[in-house]
């Protein structure tokens, strides 16, 4: 699924994200990245989608090495993966069902099954009865119910959160997370960052990866 060696990553400014980062993550699991603001979360995954590229160490991600000169295997991973973005990014004027079936335009899926699969999604997360509300009239809450939605229609190997417990109180963290976790199944690896450690403490059959300055200071299992 996914397999790092000493991986390190540098921006061009200079500013060493991640320090020589050794994990192995199996189709299936259910990982937690935790860690406080600039320790690396966000890096990690920006390697994993392939959008960075490691300045050092061997990155393979479902079984495409991220490395510069592979833009054509890249683009085929990132079809495999359901990101949920922090700013969600859904279009303003749109429908929620619309804003789903825009995350499949470019995975040649037929027009019918499109909205189909979107439909099932919204459903999945609660939504059905709001698959044709304009996402300026739905609220915050929603919103990222339906960008989950929008990861999770793809049907991807590999879904990616990057910290969808933020701004919100501890329940709604809660369901979040439950929502998220549900995706988990054989096949399918579900990989969130949070700062919410206390949220993920009673949770069992889970790996926590905690980051710290751009290393990989521990990790154990649920």
Request: charged share 25%.
């Amino acid at each position: 699924m996914i397999k790092s060696s000493r991986v390190c990553l540098k921006y061009p400014e200079g500013t060493i994200a991640l320090k020589n980062i050794d994990l192995r993550i199996e189709p299936g699991e259910l990982v937690y990245i935790t860690g406080p603001s600039g320790s690396g979360k966000t890096s990690l995954l920006k390697l994993f989608m392939g959008d960075e590229y490691p300045t050092a160490g061997v990155l393979e991600v479902l079984k495409q090495p991220i490395v510069r000169g592979q833009a054509a295997g890249i683009r085929k991973l990132r079809r495999l993966i359901g990101p949920v973005f922090q700013e969600f990014r859904l279009i303003k004027g749109r429908t929620a069902m619309e804003n789903v079936m825009l995350g499949m335009r470019f995975l040649d899926v037929p027009n019918g099954s499109m909205k189909e699969n979107a439909g099932n999604a919204l459903a999945k997360v609660g939504l059905a009865q709001k698959a044709f509300s304009l996402i300026e009239h739905m609220s915050w809450g929603e919103c990222q119910r339906v960008a989950i939605a929008r990861a999770i229609a793809r049907k991807p190997a590999l879904i990616i959160a990057d910290e969808p417990t933020g701004n919100l109180d501890k329940d709604n963290a809660v369901r979040i997370l439950e929502l998220l976790k549900s995706f988990k199944d054989r096949e399918t690896t579900v990989i969130v960052t949070t700062h919410a450690t206390h949220l993920i403490r009673d949770e069992k059959d889970f790996r926590h990866i905690h980051m710290n300055n751009g290393n990989m200071e521990w990790e154990r299992l649920g």
